[in-house]
C-alpha cells in the first residue's frame, strides 16, 4: 500500500524559492497520478498542481508559472519546486495521490478524487 511523507517546508522571504519533497513508500508512482495541494488557516484545501502516472502535468491559476512538479522514478520520490514565493503561498503543503485508473486529467486534480495523502509540511511566506 502506497505511502507518502512530505519534507523541505519552511519559513522563506517573499521572492525566495522552496523545494517540497514527497517519499514514497509500499508500492512505485508509475501506478498513481499525484498532486500537490496546499491548505491555509481557515481555507479549504485547494490544488495546486496535478501529474498523470507519465508526467503530464497541470496546474492552478495561482500558479503562474511560479511552480513546477516533478518526480524521480529512481527515488520514488515526488517534488514540487516553488519560485518567487509570495505571502499568499503560506500553507500545509500535501502530496496526494490516486491511483491512475481514477485520473483522467486536470478536471480530476480536486482533493476529493485523492485517496493516499501525506502528513503535510508548513510553507510560510514572510519578510
Known amino acids: 500500500q502506497l505511502q507518502l511523507v512530505e519534507s523541505g517546508g519552511g519559513l522563506v522571504h517573499p521572492g525566495g524559492s522552496l523545494r517540497l519533497s514527497c517519499a514514497a513508500s509500499?508500492?512505485?508512482?508509475?501506478?498513481?497520478?499525484t498532486g500537490w495541494f496546499r491548505q491555509a488557516p481557515g481555507k479549504e484545501r485547494e490544488a495546486v498542481s496535478c501529474?498523470?502516472?507519465?508526467?503530464?502535468?497541470g496546474y492552478a491559476d495561482f500558479v503562474s508559472g511560479r511552480f513546477t512538479i516533478s518526480r524521480d522514478n529512481a527515488k520514488n520520490t515526488l517534488y514540487l519546486q516553488m519560485n518567487n514565493l509570495k505571502p499568499e503561498d503560506t500553507a500545509v503543503y500535501y502530496c496526494a495521490a490516486v491511483s491512475r485508473l481514477y485520473y483522467a486529467g486536470y478536471g480530476n486534480c480536486v482533493s476529493r478524487e485523492f485517496t493516499v495523502w501525506g502528513q503535510g509540511t508548513q510553507v510560510t511566506v514572510s519578510s
Open positions: 509500499g508500492s512505485t508512482f508509475d501506478y498513481y497520478a
Open positions: 501529474a498523470t502516472s507519465s508526467g503530464t502535468a
